[in-house]
């Protein structure tokens, strides 16, 4: 019974995240300022979201992932396809924990973004 009782205190103070499971999702690689909408005008001229998407990450903002109108925040913001799919509407896999995505892979997803 202790044995038991020490195996459950385990898998609660980890929380269960030894468990987590990765997921794939549809959306769009953004930025931290524009969320899932990217202002026309915003740098004073007329962009893509790629260019938007670039722009204000080089201005400081952070890549999020925005998909069915929810913005959630990228854990590994080093993660070389971030840059590759800036704008672009991607698969991406990873494990989310609250609103944060640790990203293991991001692939175009083969569907057109609305203009």
Do not use: P
């Not at 990217?38 to 080089?58: F, I, L, W, Y």
């Not at 109108?69 to 494990?95: F, M, S």
Request: net charge positive.
């Amino acid at each position: 019974m202790k044995v038991a009782l020490n195996f459950l205190t385990a898998i609660a103070l980890l929380g269960g995240s030894a468990f987590a499971a990765e997921k794939t999702w549809v959306g769009s690689i953004s930025d931290s300022k524009c969320g899932a909408k990217h202002m026309a005008g915003e740098h004073g001229a007329k962009m893509s979201n790629r260019d938007c998407t670039e722009a204000c990450v080089k201005g400081g903002a952070k890549y999020v992932f925005a998909s069915k109108g929810k913005v959630y925040n990228i854990d590994n913001q080093d993660y070389a396809g971030l840059a590759e799919h800036a704008g672009h509407t991607v698969k991406l896999t990873g494990e989310m924990t609250g609103d944060t995505i640790k990203v293991s892979n991001v692939a175009m997803s083969g569907k057109k973004k609305k203009a």
